[in-house]
């Protein structure tokens, strides 16, 4: 039987939170939910708590270096904005916890308060 991992994302309008539980250690990650579109190469230093992701052919910024010009205050949380800044939450626990995911049964609960996920 594969050990567990427990994943709860919370994409807001101001922030992306998230913490991952596994093997009773706790690893926590959060960074503003801004993106932006990039159609040029980066060869920058990405500050922490920023990211540079590729998907479905575009590349964006995703994080705190972002204008505040390019936060999403919609209340859906179906934009793109919010499904990226979740897997890049998923992506940054994980490599936190240096786990492979293949290798643990992993449960995630989206966009529920990190707090009723605690208790």
Known sequence: MKPKALIAVDSG???????????SKEHYVYFRT???EVTT???IDVPAGSYVVKHNGKTYIIGNMVDESYS???????????????YVAIAELLKQANIIPSTVDLK????????TYKD
């Open 108 to 115: 995630v609960a989206v966009n529920i308060p990190i707090s």
């Open 13 to 23: 309008k101001y922030g992306t939170k998230a913490i991952l539980l596994h093997n």
């Open 41 to 43: 190469s980066l060869d």
């Open 34 to 36: 801004k993106m932006q």
């Open 72 to 86: 999403s205050y919609d209340l859906s949380k179906e934009k793109e904005i919010h499904k990226l800044c979740i």
